[in-house]
């Protein structure tokens, strides 16, 4: 009687005040949408950080390369063509050819060490390794890939460039050679990480289908996985290209700071990352063309590196398959 008794006074309360429940409806839906709104701006503004950031960047760039080059001493002709770079002698020359030449030679160097190592780790990890072994793998490029690069530089000054003297004569303390090759370690993960993941995302019905005509395991590898896996393969490479083109610490340390057109790998050479690490160091006055210098080689820098990143989704977008 009493359990009926308290229904039945819920029950009369509940109809007696249906303005009540309808108030605490409307206010639990105006919290909700308060959150809401909270929550979306709150990322917005995270969103905004990162664009103003770049923005900021590209206007700092900006300002200060223009007045670079509206400096009476220098011009985009003689910065483009002049095979002389000494901005901070007396007799001045803004040739930016030598730092670019020393950097596509290191470049080079890493991408022939570091293309064949991370397509190889990639199609085995993908193709022949158990899902054992890639656990254990996996983890130890990703270590590889968060060393500092500054003890990668030290490591291409004090361990690589010895080994390389005792069988090349005339390799310099500092060179090209060692330098790429340790980069070529540096930018190993970045192939090896990306590829794999296109291959593993190529449907297991193509490699049955090439089985079931008869091909090997090289040929499905060959002419069905890496071709169906191509785009994702190539952004990687042009992604571990730009991330070459941007180290610094390694090239600063193990590469040297000689200004030269050469395409001898064992002699020293100067890279943009290395000029600016080396002159953020300087005794210039603040507002001089040898500092302005700095940041007209950072806007190079940017615009190269820029580059190849829409090169790199251009072709993602171009090439990439889509299965159902």
Known sequence: MMDKSMNKNAFT???????????????????????????????????????????????????????????PLVSVWSFLTDREWTPFFSEKHFGITPLIVGTLLVTVISLVVGIPLGLGSA??????????????????????????TVVLGYFAL?????????????????????????????????????????MQAVPGRLREAAYGLGSTKAEVITKVVLPAALSGIVASIILAMSRAI???????????????????????????????????????EAGSVGAKALFAVGATLF???????????????RFSEKYD
């Open 303 to 317: 615009l190269i590196t820029l580059l190849l990143n829409i090169i790199s989704h251009q072709v993602v977008a």
């Open 158 to 198: 004090f361990s690589i460039t010895p080994i390389l003297k005792s069988f090349i004569p005339g390799l310099g303390t500092q060179n090209a050679l060692a330098a790429g090759i340790v980069m070529g370690f540096m930018i190993l993960p970045t192939i090896s990480s990306i590829s794999v993941d296109s």
């Open 13 to 71: 309360t509940s109809k007696s005040n249906p303005n009540q429940s309808l108030k605490d409806s409307l206010q639990k839906r105006f919290s909700s949408r308060l959150g809401e709104n909270i929550i979306g701006i709150i990322l917005l503004a995270c969103a905004a950080v990162s664009v103003l950031t770049t923005a900021g960047v590209v206007i700092s760039l900006g300002s200060e390369t223009i007045s670079f080059f509206a400096d």
């Open 246 to 284: 941007g180290e610094t610490m390694v090239v600063t340390l193990a590469a040297g700071a000689r200004p030269v057109i050469t395409f001898d790998p064992r002699d020293a050479i100067a890279t943009m990352t290395a000029f600016i690490a080396n002159a953020a160091q300087s005794d210039q």
């Open 123 to 148: 199609i085995f990890l993908s193709e022949f390794a158990t899902d054992r072994t890639r656990r254990i793998i996996m983890p130890i490029l990703e270590i590889l890939a968060g060393i500092p």
